[in-house]
């Protein structure tokens, strides 16, 4: 009699403990929910390029990308910390300015301008920010152009991007992970000086 009230009771334990979230095998090993750039999940198990290439805001990034020569590279282990420009960025480029750096006599131009939006390293807006503080408010990184870039904070949680010419760029969107480094979506096209 005993037992018979004692099974139902370690059933129902058992459930419970079964359709915990500690519990479960899927939850502890989930990936977290992508970041959607240009309409798009950017997976953090994927390559800089496998996940830019689905994103509807960089169609003209990708083109130049492929056109340069850069696919490899930014398939590569890395890691690289990507300034990635939206299409509107490059559109708001004086009129032909895209279409010129695309021809493949310009391709030393083209790949000149794109190196100057990456940066060796996994650089999180976390990182980044640290950075500019510790620095009196400007971080200058050393781009693998080899020109640098200068981050500031004007105010908490937005960072801004600074060429050489001094054009401003907004960071819109942080942290985009990747395989191998992180993309920091941007709305201006940054330009070696």
């Known amino acids: 009699m005993f037992l018979s009230r004692l099974l139902p009771a370690v059933a129902c334990v058992s459930m419970l403990a079964a359709c915990s979230p500690m519990m479960s095998d899927k939850t502890a090993s989930a990936e977290p929910a992508p970041v959607t750039v240009g309409g798009a999940p950017m997976y953090a198990s994927k390559t800089i390029v496998a996940n830019a290439v689905n994103s509807a805001d960089h169609t003209t990034l990708v083109a130049a990308v492929k056109a340069?020569?850069?696919v490899d590279t930014l398939n590569s282990p890395g890691p690289?910390?990507?300034?990635?420009?939206v299409n509107a960025a490059f559109a708001a480029l004086p009129a032909g300015t895209v279409d010129t750096l695309l021809k493949p006599e310009n391709?030393?131009?083209?790949?000149?301008?794109?190196?100057?939006?990456?940066v060796a390293g996994k650089l999180s807006a976390e990182t980044l920010a640290a950075m500019v503080k510790a620095n009196n408010g400007a971080a200058n990184l050393i781009t693998v152009?080899?020109?640098p870039l200068t981050?500031?904070?004007p105010s908490a949680g937005m960072l801004m991007v600074a060429d050489q010419k001094g054009d401003v760029a907004h960071i819109t969107i942080s942290d985009v992970n990747q395989s191998n480094g992180v993309i920091h979506v941007i709305d201006k096209v940054m330009l070696p000086g």
Request: charged share 10%; proline share 7%; net charge positive.
């Open 68 to 70: 340069a020569g850069l």
């Open 145 to 147: 152009e080899g020109m």
């Open 107 to 118: 391709k030393p131009m083209l790949t000149k301008v794109l190196t100057y939006h990456v």
């Open 80 to 85: 690289f910390t990507v300034f990635a420009p």
């Open 151 to 153: 981050v500031t904070m």
